[in-house]
């Protein structure tokens, strides 16, 4: 087969494609013949790493997916689970690190738009946003600038969607000077009996395109994507596709109009890969074929060919099956909200992905084939030689501060410490009238009008202990999401995971990439929270250095009586602050080492996922019950860390004098800043006590009373006397210290 | 026929964008930089080929819609 | 309380005021579309909803104020119907004239979101009724554009004819420079035209009406409607 006006297909235009000779070869064999350029087009993109997951699908089958929750788990748009009272959560989590990277405002900006879209093609609106960033020292003179673009291209798109920006984490490290990570999650809300899908059934249904029309943005950014870094990537600038979120506001409500009606049959979101990806999947998962009649895409540039409409990325498009006959009902409500919507083509049995241009055939490909035969690598895998290194950690080298109030106030002012107001500041979290508990917390918490319910909602991954030990450090990320939204008094139900991680093809990084899904599903398993969907992200690395493994994970969970939500911050005087769970703080992997001494070294804190699961179901009792009136776990920066946050936390801070317990020959430092696993801090009012002292009782929970709040100081009895104005200079000035690096460089 | 239309902020209102622009120039090392005043330049395409009709037209245009005359100025050309 | 809530392509905060009127109020409440041309027979109020209708591509509320459904709006307005404007809504009244002045960027062109400190000024308007002149209120602000400019003539008149309705504050009660998030000139945070019938105002009253959400500073606002 061969098309005018079309290249030739030579070795070097294989090789330009990123296909290897046995992918070519592979190429080959399904089609009989050589490809057209529109379809050596089409299977590089399919069989980038982006789409395939050629390197990780091999892995990938170890998570736990199924519970009686779960109504769709990976596979789809987005992961659905039933939240009871007839409703579900659809969510997911999206890496955007290279476009962020390359232009971060409108990289993060088209991050959040795309996950968005694929939330609201389930059929869900979406209830919230949250993300989690990661970028290089903030000394480095990079780093400023990408955190204020990026943060202002996630605000510009959440907020002008109208959706809250209700959480996230934001983490500093030199391992992402040239790898910056930018994860989008969106949660959306759906009745749990009208989930959509990405389906192409019903030979002669309409295959209709609706929203932006194409341009030539983003070609070969799936592509891009599967690639690392080296000297020039900053040059690839005209791929980079530019974000238009009033488009995607009107496409939201005219889709969730549309299925109001009952004519949708299959959505997909043109994402990566666009109405390639789009056309290949839906067809795919109904073993049906997709015929497109490409000139009538609607187009924003002249002269486009097939091949560029194939592989166009630009943003704010959706593909939709419908019912035969009831094209022109969806049309009319596209019209309402000034959107283009066209009939492109038609759902055919005969399971061919066929393309024409003005009745020419362009490419013609067995959709399920390009899934189905696409490359699978199980590459090989080293134990990382560092891991040795790293392990030794001499505590007797670490001097201990002579004053310790003035360490507490470095680190509250450290970067990977102090508040992120100044970020969350920038990002709608209200908009929905739902936001109870807002970013700057452990996990947020959202209610359902419709129910009285409420989600609690999370993102997290401590990639410090994950490089520090793979397989602990991914099963420590899932327990702490779970705790952050245990303290809430949610349930944690299900996650998504976002694994962002250098290339594959090093032996080292793929080995912590699986450990690090074995700690992951392990922790999953053991606190019973499926995955219910998910994304890689390899080549973060440049030159050969990679980022630290982060495997950034998204949870969700519920609560029945929102009323019922419990905050961090010590909101009254008087209240009793106690120590439920273990207590073993410990120097190796913490914050305190890489912010004050500047070790990265050590093993992360041991975790028991049995104690870990008594002492949350524990804190979820209490908070219940009513009981509490603050719950935060201990975690990156020790428990002095964790109580200042609590003092800090309300609007009008609040003091607190604690003793801490710990044998008198320990260290101060690693007392106050040491990391632990599976402690969580509460507050109650007096009267409760006994009740809470017999609920941990019960619960086989260690309880250790700690004290009292109230005054204007952090009191931790013979280590810590501070008053609590000078901490939240230090806290609130932190990362405004960060950003200002950016005019010392530029001056 | 093109017109070329400038829409700036008008004398003695805030305008914090060409504030940051001008303290950037400064920390760049262009000193020499003075007040900086940020603005919009919108081009349209116009069809017919009486360009006094054509510049009332856009003149109309700036004053319902391309600009708010309490902020902003507004100028055009037509090529 | 009959209520008609525009919904401009791009509103945003629609369906958060018409939670409030009808399930916090108990209002009957109803969406209109801007490609309509008439407002529900017996509107009594008519609200303009936050959000970034088309886009705030040009500026604020610059072309929603052309919407079909605005020369009902300025009927309603011009019969002495009340109409209120709030954050993008806000915008669209003053770009359509209903009322004075104009927002513009931030003073420190970011987007803010964050409860501020607010002041009554005049406590006898259509929305201000059910608070006290000179008491002290929180309220969410977000937006990008919500630094008010006008005139000095127009502010002298505005001041004149008591029609700031809220003034920035800080911690102490007083229209400081440092209680002031946006830069809007003697620190206003919403205006009343010269008939007393339409109003607009930046920060969201919706978001703070309900126990649940931490404050219920906002709900006054809803309630004056109805005093």
Redesign the interface.
């Known amino acids: 087969m061969s098309v005018r006006n079309e290249p030739a297909i030579t070795p070097e235009l294989v090789k330009e494609h990123g296909l290897t000779p046995d992918e070519y070869q592979r190429v080959l064999a399904i089609l009989g013949r050589t490809p057209t350029y529109t379809e050596l087009g089409v299977f590089s993109v399919m069989w980038s790493e982006h789409c395939s997951y050629k390197s990780s699908r091999a892995f990938l089958g170890r998570f736990p997916t199924r519970g009686p929750r779960v109504l769709q788990g990976p596979g789809e748009n987005a992961g659905v689970v039933d939240i009871g009272h007839g409703w579900a959560l659809a969510f997911k989590m999206e890496s955007h690190n290279h476009p962020s990277y390359i232009e971060p405002y409108q990289g993060a900006a088209t991050g959040v738009g795309g996950i968005m879209r694929d939330v609201f093609t389930m059929g869900a609106r979406p209830i919230a946003n949250l993300n989690l960033l990661r970028f290089g020292r903030p000394e480095h003179p990079k780093t400023p600038y990408l955190l204020d673009r990026v943060v ?1 291209g996630i ?2 798109y959440g ?4 959706v809250p920006t209700v959480g996230g984490e934001l983490f500093f490290d030199g391992s992402y000077d040239s790898n910056c990570l930018v994860n989008a999650m969106t949660v959306g809300l759906l009745r749990a009996d009208r989930i959509f899908r990405g389906n192409a059934s019903g030979p002669g249904n309409a295959v209709l395109y609706v929203g932006s029309k194409t341009g030539r943005d983003g070609i070969h950014g799936a592509t891009m994507a599967s690639e690392a870094f080296g000297e020039g990537s900053e040059e690839k600038r005209p791929t980079v596709q530019v974000g ?4 995607e ?2 496409l939201l409500e005219a889709c969730l109009e549309l299925m109001e009606k009952d004519i949708i049959i299959g959505i997909q979101d043109m994402g990566a890969a666009g109405l390639t990806s789009s056309s290949c999947e839906m067809a795919g998962r109904a073993g049906t074929g997709v015929e497109l009649n490409l000139e009538r895409v609607p187009m924003r540039e002249t002269g486009m060919t097939p091949y560029e409409l194939m592989l166009s990325e630009s943003q704010e498009r959706m593909l939709m099956v419908v019912k035969q006959g009831g094209e022109e009902e969806a049309r009319a409500v596209f019209q ?3 959107l283009d919507a066209e009939v492109v083509g038609r759902v055919t049995s005969d399971g061919m992905l066929r393309a024409r241009w003005h009745g020419e055939v362009v490419a013609e490909i067995p959709a399920r084939e390009i899934s189905d035969q696409a490359p699978e690598y199980e590459r090989p895998r080293s134990r990382p030689r560092y891991l040795d290194e790293t392990a030794k950690l001499d505590e007797s080298s670490i001097p201990v501060p002579s004053d310790l109030n003035a360490t507490l106030v470095r680190l509250l002012g450290s970067p990977n410490l102090c508040s992120r107001r100044w970020v ?10 739902g ?2 508990e807002g970013p700057g917390g452990g996990a947020a918490v959202v ?1 359902l ?1 419709q129910t009285g319910t409420g989600v609690a909602l999370t993102a997290g991954c401590n990639s410090r202990y994950v490089f520090l030990d793979p397989r602990l450090g991914g099963c420590i990320a899932v327990a702490e999401c779970a705790r952050n939204i245990s303290c809430t008094g949610a349930t944690p139900i299900a996650l998504t995971d976002c694994l962002n991680f250098g290339s594959p093809e090093n032996p080292e990084v793929l080995w912590t990439f699986v450990e690090a899904i074995e700690g992951v599903s392990e922790a999953s398993e053991k606190l019973d929270i499926p995955v219910v969907s998910g994304n890689v992200s390899f080549y973060n690395e440049t030159s050969g250095s990679a980022v630290f493994p982060t495997p950034a994970i998204g949870m969700v969970g519920v609560m029945e009586d ?2 019922r939500a419990i905050g961090i911050g010590f909101s009254q005087a008087g209240m009793r602050v106690a120590l439920i769970g273990q207590f073993r703080p410990q120097a190796g992997g913490s914050e305190y080492l890489a912010a004050i001494h500047g070790k990265t070294a050590g093993t992360p804190p041991a975790l028991d996922l049995a104690a870990e699961a008594r002492v949350q179901s524990l804190v979820r009792k209490l908070a219940g019950d009513g009981l509490l009136k603050a719950a935060q776990d201990v975690s990156d920066g020790g428990v002095a860390v964790a109580l200042a946050e609590m003092c800090l936390r309300p ?1 009008q801070p609040m003091g607190v004098t604690v003793r801490l317990p710990g044998p008198a020959a320990s260290r101060p430092d690693v007392l106050l800043f040491g990391e632990t696993q599976s402690s969580i801090l509460i507050a109650f009012a007096p009267e409760m006590e006994a009740a809470v002292r017999a609920a941990a009782s019960s619960a086989d929970v260690l309880f250790v009373p700690l004290g009292m709040t109230g005054g204007a100081k952090l009191v931790i009895e013979g280590l810590i006397d501070a008053p609590l104005d000078h901490l939240r200079d230090a806290h609130e000035n932190g990362l405004k210290k960060v950003l200002e690096h950016s ?1 010392a460089g ?2 | 026929m093109k017109a070329k239309v400038y829409v700036t902020l008008k004398n003695g209102v805030l305008d914090p964008q060409g504030k940051a622009v001008e303290h950037a120039l400064h920390s760049l090392g262009f000193s020499e930089a003075g007040e900086v005043r940020l603005g919009k330049f919108i081009e349209v395409q116009l069809s017919g080929t009486d360009r006094a009709a054509a510049a009332e037209r856009v003149r109309q245009m700036c004053e319902q819609l391309l600009a708010n005359t309490i902020i902003e100025n507004y100028r055009y050309e037509i090529e | 309380m009959k209520t008609a809530v525009v919904v401009f392509p791009g509103s945003n905060c629609d369906r958060d005021i018409y939670h409030v009127c009808r399930h916090v109020m108990r209002w009957s409440t109803e969406f209109v579309w801007h490609k309509e041309t008439t407002l529900p027979a017996g509107t009594d109020l008519v609200i303009l909803p936050g959000g970034f209708s088309y886009g705030d591509y040009l500026r604020s509320g610059a072309i929603a104020r052309f919407s079909a459904i605005m020369s009902a709006v300025k009927s309603h307005a011009d019969r002495g119907g009340a109409v209120i404007g709030v954050c993008n809504g806000f915008q669209i009244l003053t770009e359509s004239g209903l009322l004075p002045g104009a927002l513009c960027r931030n003073r420190d062109l970011k987007f803010i979101c964050a409860p501020v400190g607010l002041r009554v000024e005049n406590a006898g308007s259509i929305v201000t009724r059910a608070y006290r002149a000179g008491e002290r209120i929180r309220m969410p602000i977000a937006h990008a554009d919500g630094c008010y400019q006008a005139g000095e003539e127009t502010l002298k008149r505005l001041e004149g004819e008591g029609r700031v309705l809220f003034r920035y504050v800080d911690e102490a009660g007083e229209p400081s420079e440092r209680g002031n998030p946006n830069g809007s000139l003697h620190n206003i945070a919403g205006v009343l035209n010269d008939r007393g019938n339409v109003a607009g105002l930046m920060p969201h009253p919706e978001r703070c009406a309900e126990t649940i959400l931490g404050s219920t500073d906002g709900r006054r606002f809803f309630e004056s409607l109805v005093k």
């Open positions: 202002a605000a510009g907020n002008c969607m109208g238009d979120p009033f488009t506001k009107l309402k909200w000034d969350w500041r920038q990002y709608d979290h209200q908009v929905m009238v936001t109870v209610r009008p929102v009323t609007g005019r530029a001056a």
